[in-house]
């Protein structure tokens, strides 16, 4: 299979009270093609490529300014570029009864990558914004192992281990850095009774490069739990985000101009209870209810 999507995308930032019109307009063509050959019914290759976009998001774009505290300030940068993604891929995938397993070789050259800088704007305030990288480069190799025990267990398990380069030279940092980085999740459901149902969801990420410095670890498990009532009429659901309390976002920068270690974390842990009720005729196999965490800092 092959395809190639041409597009134009023309992009006007209006500030109103600056009296600005900020042009941020681009076009490209962007090509995939994807081949597969199925040596049985168990065993497959596949070879991918694809060139793909990220785009910014409003709140990237906006250039006003929004204080956290007195000493630091965020703000959007209307001239950001989106981010252009070059992905060649190599898999290979295995099915047998309840098990899948995808083991993916991969390389990826994103330019005009995007990442957040912090500067200082005078003597006592730091401003954190968008900027784009010249260039990143990863390589590395994907495992995604889904199974089960019966009806009673089901899990998904991923991992991603790489090889990252990036290069930071049109900001003013070292031309380029590179380090070794992975980081894994683990989705597993309990089907308890015919009606009942628990998870447990956990992601660990480890220390990654930015071009000022880097991001330590982070670790987050969550459980849930779903109770069907009334033939699966009425769900009853329960989670627990961040079991442990142990999430949290740790950024380190170390450059000439700057040193600063800046930690951010929630609280406590967020606890939900909510009821769901299906209406209308109930399918043969009903939609079951999505238990949902806030893994938001």
Request: proline residues 4%; without cysteine; aromatic residues 12%.
């Amino acid at each position: 299979m092959g395809g190639l999507r041409g597009e134009y995308s023309g992009i006007k930032s209006r500030l109103k009270t600056a009296e600005t019109v900020i042009p941020n307009s681009y076009s490209n063509f962007y090509p995939t093609l994807h081949k597969a050959y199925h040596f049985n019914d168990r065993n497959e290759m596949q070879l991918n490529y694809s060139m793909r976009i990220n785009r910014p998001e409003g709140d990237d774009l906006n250039p006003f300014p929004e204080y956290r505290d007195p000493l630091n300030v965020s703000a959007g940068n209307p001239y950001l570029k989106p981010e252009k993604i070059h992905s060649a891929e190599i898999g290979y995938l295995f099915r047998q009864n309840l098990t899948t397993v995808v083991a993916t070789a991969y390389y990826r050259n994103i330019f005009n990558k995007m990442t957040e800088i912090t500067r200082f704007i005078n003597d006592s305030v730091m401003l954190t914004t968008k900027e784009n990288l010249s260039s990143s480069q990863s390589s590395g190799l994907e495992f995604i192992v889904s199974s089960g025990i019966g009806r009673v267990v089901s899990f998904n398990l991923s991992s991603n281990v790489y090889y990252n380069i990036i290069d930071g030279s049109e900001l003013g940092f070292s031309s380029t850095k590179s380090a070794v980085a992975w980081n894994a999740a683990l989705n597993t459901n309990f089907n308890i009774t015919q009606n009942l149902m628990a998870q447990l969801n956990t992601r660990y990420t480890a220390k990654s490069l930015t071009p000022q410095g880097y991001r330590e670890p982070s670790f987050i498990m969550n459980l849930g739990a779903r109770y069907d009532l009334f033939h699966k009429k009425v769900s009853l659901l329960f989670t627990v985000s961040d079991l442990f309390n142990s999430f949290k976002q740790v950024t380190t920068i170390d450059t000439p101009e700057l040193k600063r270690r800046m930690e951010r974390k929630r609280t406590s842990q967020v606890f939900y209870a909510g009821l769901v009720l299906h209406f209308g005729k109930t399918p043969k196999k009903p939609k079951e209810a999505v238990l949902k965490y806030d893994e938001g800092i």
